[in-house]
């Protein structure tokens, strides 16, 4: 089977399970009562969506996936999927969230797809092509954008679980050298903003798999450039992401590191 035909699999299971959030919306219910990084049963519901759509096309492939499914493997193929990236968005109505899902070869993804809750966006990628869902009424089908000034650019960032000294040492320098950076809360979006044209740059200082396995394949399809702190080329396991247009990525990450 090729890439594009797990693509489109991966996208049937996004698109049944962003649905289902899509009409939860304001009714979720928190299962954990963490102050920041809780879990609804939703996040938990989504998941079983996907799994299950995913087992049944593919029963051979296994799971990693936020909610406590499956273990990481960088052997073989491997489907890691974030059932609710941006829970906190979704749950109060407010900015992006999406279902995420990478099919994983050998630590490297080599399909994707992205289904956005709030805008009914859908992505699809595979390591040779990235296509957007309706690109007709999507006036950034997709290609990032062509900004060189660094001092123009927009920059997104999140904050990592812990490391707090770091996210602000790294959004102090964002906010000295870039256009007002902005913490998304969602790492599939701040990544699909720049795959979009509609920021520059997004970094996240140290991201969970699921967080970045689909969503940095879109954005290297769309002509940007994707690498780690250091600029090292990404995996679906980096443990640092700067993902831009392509035309600052030395300069900013010059930046970062200084």
Known sequence: MGYKAYAEHALVA?????????????KSTKLEDSRKDFVTKEDRESQCIVTKILALKNPKIPFYG??????????????????????????????ASSVSIALVENGRTVAAALSFVNEELHIWSTREEAMFDEPKRDPYYP?????????RARVFIDPPKGAQELFL????????ATLYPKVPLC?????????????????????????????????????????????????????SIVAT????????????NR
């Open 14 to 26: 996004a698109m049944a399970a962003s649905k289902y959030l899509r009409e939860q919306l304001g």
């Open 66 to 95: 936020e909610e406590d499914l499956g273990k990481a493997s960088t052997k073989g193929l491997l489907w890691i999927i974030d059932p609710w990236d941006g829970t906190v968005n979704g749950f109060y109505g407010d900015g």
């Open 143 to 151: 290609r990032v954008n062509s900004e060189t000034n660094l001092a």
């Open 169 to 176: 040492s790294l959004f102090g320098k964002l906010a000295k």
């Open 187 to 239: 790492a599939t979006g701040g990544l699909a903003s720049v795959a979009r044209g509609r920021i520059s740059g997004y970094v996240h200082p140290h991201p969970e798999p699921f967080d970045i396995a689909a969503a940095c394949l879109v954005v290297e399809r769309a002509g940007g450039t994707v690498t780690d702190l250091e600029g090292n080329r990404w995996t679906s396991f980096s443990s």
């Open 245 to 256: 247009n392509g035309k600052i990525h030395d300069e900013l990450l010059i930046t970062l």
